[in-house]
């Protein structure tokens, strides 16, 4: 028998292991966007809601009164300074001064003269008769005429000569004061008398003036600054 012979069988050479790459994710490719160029916006334009005339914007007009309310208004004024005329005379009549009045504008005041043969008593003493009448033209007249419209009333030169007195007054206090460096307290006038006083006295240095009280009593009181 024919002896066979196990031949050694050759060995199998080692298999290296296979790396295996991770894969990575796929990303599709994004094609880029064609870029805008911004450009800047119109400005809007606002349809304007005023009118024009003629291509040219409308001017606000002015209130024009009309010549009927003016002639209107004027024989209203007139008459307003009739009834305080009437009045006057009234009251004068009565108080035993038998009196005529008339009237004259001069800016926003309103001047009634009064003739009469009794003008002392008219007057009263230092002014206190014909400076209550006053204020009593004033406040009529104001219920017939609301605009800012002063009364003075005047018999004679009394107002001329009146208005010489306050002056001296204003340089005689002026003198004590500056004189004394004290202040100085004048007797009750009225409003357009202390008017007067402040405006001679307010011209010179050193000087003060400011009113207190309550009319019919309201007074000027005069003091020193340095």
Do not use: W
């Not at 018999?155 to 004061?177: C, F």
């Amino acid at each position: 028998n024919e002896k066979t012979t196990n031949a050694p069988k050759p060995k199998a050479k080692p298999v290296a292991p296979k790396t295996v790459e991770p894969t990575r994710p796929s990303v599709e490719k994004v094609k880029p966007q064609p870029t805008v160029k911004k450009t800047e916006a119109e400005p809007k334009v606002e349809k304007s809601t005023k009118k024009t005339v003629e291509g040219g914007p409308i001017q606000p007009t002015e209130k024009v009164e009309s010549e009927s309310n003016l002639k209107k208004r004027t024989e209203t004024n007139k008459e307003a300074r009739l009834i305080v005329v009437r009045y006057l005379e009234d009251v004068l009549e009565s108080y035993g001064a038998e009196a005529k009045v008339t009237y004259k504008e001069s800016g926003n005041q309103v001047i009634f003269n009064i003739v009469t043969n009794k003008s002392g008593l008219v007057i009263g003493k230092h002014g206190k008769i014909i400076n209550a009448l006053q204020t009593l033209a004033q406040i009529l007249l104001h219920r017939h005429d609301r605009r800012r419209v002063s009364v003075i009333l005047n018999v004679g030169d009394y107002r001329d000569r009146r208005s010489n007195i306050l002056d001296q007054i204003a340089e005689r206090t002026a003198d004590q004061v500056l004189q004394t460096k004290q202040a100085v307290i004048l007797d009750p006038l009225p409003a357009y008398e202390r008017k007067q006083i402040h405006a001679y006295l307010s011209r010179l240095d050193h000087i003060k003036t400011h009113s207190e009280g309550k009319d019919p009593n309201r007074y000027l009181v005069v003091e020193y600054v340095n």
